[in-house]
């Protein structure tokens, strides 16, 4: 069974950075690309930022530059940094298989405001 535990949401000030962690579990990050996904209150949820199997990634225009997704294989874990946060960057964020193949862990919340 694939399950995913997303980490490191807060409340953070506009400018301010966090730091998200997601470890996975009945899956390989050697095998499947992973992503990260979020969903703000009353939208649907949207990809911000993949990984490749071999490293490469990229990553939505609107966190481009602010955002920086990374890997840990030996933990199979999957980061995102978020850096120059803004109040539209407040959601919900999961991570998942890209694509979204998987259930949907409980995802972390990121609140940004002042």
């Known amino acids: 069974q694939v399950q995913f535990m997303e980490s490191g949401g807060g409340l953070v000030q506009p400018g301010g950075s966090l730091r998200l962690s997601c470890a996975a579990s009945g899956i390989s990050f050697r095998r499947v690309p992973m992503a990260w996904y979020r969903q703000a209150p009353g939208k649907e949820r949207e990809w911000i930022a993949y990984?490749?199997?071999?490293?490469?990634?990229n990553s939505a225009d609107s966190v481009k530059g602010r955002f920086t997704i990374s890997r840990d294989t030996a933990k199979n874990t999957v980061f995102l940094q978020m850096n120059s946060l803004k109040a539209e960057d407040t959601a919900a964020y999961y991570c998942n298989e890209y694509g979204g193949s998987w259930s949907w862990g409980q995802g972390t919340q990121v609140t940004v405001s002042s």
């Open positions: 990984i490749t199997v071999g490293g490469s990634t």
